[in-house]
C-alpha cells in the first residue's frame, strides 16, 4: 500500500505542472493542514500558507499566530485573514456560514497575490464522510460522488482548487507530523456531537474496515457521474433540444426529445437548465428532482406547473416545455440599490449598467432600485411593446422574473426588457443574460462550492 507521502506526490505531479508553481494552502492549524504544508514544501519552491481567523472564537486569533510559527518553522510564508462580522451567525448555520466567507477570503487572496492553486487538506476521512452525509440526506450521484481532486470555482476561474490528500487517512497525516517532530493545535469544535460531520467521523475512526468499501463506493459514483455529464452534455448540444433565450434569461425543451432521454441523464439537464436561467444553484433534494422529471416524462405535466428550487417549470404546448426563474412574492424579496454609473449583476441573473440619459441633461437621482415586475407595470410594458412592433414578447408566466428600475418613491423609471423608459428621470441602462455560471459549468455538477467543501 503506497504512503500518505507517495499519494500526495503523484496527485501533484498530476495536477501541477511545474514545481516552481506558487502554491497557497489553507492552514487551519490542526494536524491534516499542517502535515499538508509540510508535504507541499517538500515539492514547491514556494508554499504560502494561509489561516483565517474567523473570530468565532475567543482563542482563535492567539491560535492563527501560534499557527503561524508552525508553518514558517516549517519553511513556508504565512498569511493571516481575520474575518469581519456584521452579527455572528444563528448557532445553526455557523459552520456553514463560515465556510462560506472563509472560502471568500482565500479566494480573494490568491486572486490578488496571482495564486492559481489553493491545496486544501480534506482527506479521506472527509471524504468518506461527505459521502455518509449526502446519501441521508437522499442525494444524487452528484453528490454520492464525493469531493474532486480538483475544481475552478465559478466566481473566481484562475484560481484551482487541489485536494492532494483524498487517498490519504486522518491517522496517517497525523503520523506525518509526528514523525517529522511537528506541532499542531487541537479544535475544540472538531470534539463536538453538536455537529453530524463530527458524530460520523468518530464512527468511522471505530470502524476503520468500512474505509476501503466505502472508498471504493465514492470512487464508482464518481466515475457513474463522469459518465452522465458526458452523455447530458452530448444531448444539450445536439437535435437542437435545448434552446435558451438570451433576452429575457428562459429555456424552451423539446418534449419529446426530453422524453427520450435515460432518466438520469434527464434529470442533469432538467436541474442545469433549472439553476442555469434562475441564478440561484442550491440543489433540491433527489426525490425532488425525481417528482419533477417523472410528471414531466409520463406527460402528466402538460396541464399544470411545476417548481423546482427557483425556477418554474411551464408547458409552452404539447411539444415544448420552459424553465425560468419563479415568480418571487414581492414581499419577500428587497428591492437592489443601484447608483449612477454602476454595474451590478441582479438576481444573479441580469447584468444592469444605469447611466446618464442625456449629457446636457443631469438625472433626478443619483439612487435608484431595481425590483421584480409586477402585474401593474405590465399596463406601462404595453406602451414600449407599441412603439416597437417586432419585439418578440416573453411568455406571460415568466415575466415577475424581469427587471424594473424605480425611484425612491417607488415611481417606474425604467422598464428596460420593453423599451420603457420615464425620460424626466434622466437615465437609461444596458441590460443582459449574464447568469454567474455557465450553462456548461452547471451541467457539470460543478456545485461543491454550495456548502459542501
Known amino acids: 500500500m503506497a504512503s500518505c507521502v507517495e499519494h500526495f506526490r503523484r496527485s501533484v505531479a498530476k495536477l501541477v505542472p511545474s514545481r516552481d508553481a506558487a502554491v497557497a494552502v489553507a492552514v487551519s492549524g490542526g494536524s491534516d493542514s499542517v502535515a499538508l504544508t509540510y508535504l507541499a514544501r517538500q515539492v514547491f519552491q514556494r508554499v504560502v500558507g494561509i489561516t483565517v481567523d474567523h473570530r468565532l472564537r475567543p482563542e ?18 504565512h498569511h493571516v485573514i481575520p474575518l469581519e462580522w456584521a452579527a455572528r451567525p444563528d448557532p445553526g448555520k455557523v459552520q456553514l456560514a463560515a465556510r462560506q466567507k472563509r472560502y471568500e477570503a482565500l479566494f480573494r487572496f490568491c486572486r490578488e497575490k496571482r495564486i492559481r492553486y489553493l491545496m486544501t487538506a480534506h482527506h479521506m476521512d472527509d471524504q468518506l464522510g461527505t459521502f455518509l452525509t449526502r446519501l441521508s440526506m437522499g442525494s444524487s450521484i452528484d453528490g454520492l ?59 468511522l475512526a471505530v470502524h476503520p474496515e468500512l474505509h476501503a468499501g466505502l472508498g471504493s463506493l465514492v470512487e464508482t459514483c464518481g466515475l457513474a457521474r463522469d459518465v452522465l455529464q458526458k452523455k447530458a452534455l452530448h444531448a444539450m448540444n445536439s437535435n437542437g433540444m435545448v434552446q435558451v433565450d438570451h433576452i429575457y434569461g428562459y429555456a424552451k425543451v423539446s418534449w419529446p426529445q426530453y422524453c427520450r432521454l435515460d432518466g438520469p441523464v434527464a434529470r442533469r439537464v432538467l436541474l442545469a437548465l433549472s439553476h442555469y436561467t434562475s441564478g440561484h444553484y442550491t440543489l433540491p433534494n433527489y426525490v425532488a428532482l425525481s417528482r419533477a422529471h417523472q410528471m414531466f416524462s409520463e406527460g402528466k405535466a402538460k396541464a399544470t406547473n411545476m417548481t423546482l428550487g427557483m425556477s418554474i417549470l411551464v408547458p409552452a ?104 423608459i420615464e425620460r424626466s428621470a434622466g437615465v437609461v441602462c444596458e441590460l443582459k443574460f449574464a447568469p454567474e455560471k455557465s450553462l456548461e459549468y452547471c451541467l457539470l455538477g460543478c456545485y461543491e462550492m454550495q456548502g459542501k467543501l
Not at 173 to 181: D, G, P, S, T
Not at 401 to 416: E, Q, R, S
Request: net charge positive; proline share 8%; glycine share 4%.
Open 317 to 420: 404546448d404539447d411539444a415544448t416545455f420552459i424553465i425560468s426563474r419563479s415568480n418571487p412574492p414581492n414581499s419577500t424579496v428587497d428591492p437592489t440599490p443601484i447608483a449612477l454609473g454602476e454595474t451590478i449583476l441582479w438576481d444573479k441573473r441580469f447584468k444592469i449598467t444605469l447611466s446618464q440619459l442625456e449629457p446636457r441633461t443631469p438625472p433626478t437621482s443619483k439612487q435608484f432600485l431595481i425590483r421584480h415586475m409586477i402585474k401593474a407595470d405590465w399596463v406601462l410594458a404595453r406602451k414600449g411593446i407599441r412603439k416597437v412592433r417586432t419585439m418578440a414578447l416573453p411568455p406571460e408566466m415568466i415575466r415577475g422574473g424581469l427587471p424594473v428600475i424605480v425611484n425612491k418613491d417607488g415611481k417606474v423609471v425604467l422598464i428596460p426588457h420593453f423599451r420603457v
Open 145 to 203: 460522488a464525493g469531493m474532486r481532486e480538483a475544481i475552478a470555482w465559478y466566481q473566481s476561474p484562475e484560481t484551482q482548487i487541489l485536494r492532494p490528500l483524498l487517498r490519504c487517512t486522518k491517522k496517517s497525516l497525523r503520523e506525518v507530523c509526528i514523525e517529522n517532530h511537528l506541532e499542531w493545535i487541537e479544535d475544540p469544535s472538531n470534539a463536538s456531537d453538536v455537529y453530524k460531520r463530527n458524530r460520523i467521523n468518530k464512527a
Open 60 to 77: 482563535s486569533s492567539v491560535e492563527a499566530v501560534k499557527t503561524g510559527s508552525i508553518v514558517t518553522g516549517i519553511g513556508a510564508e
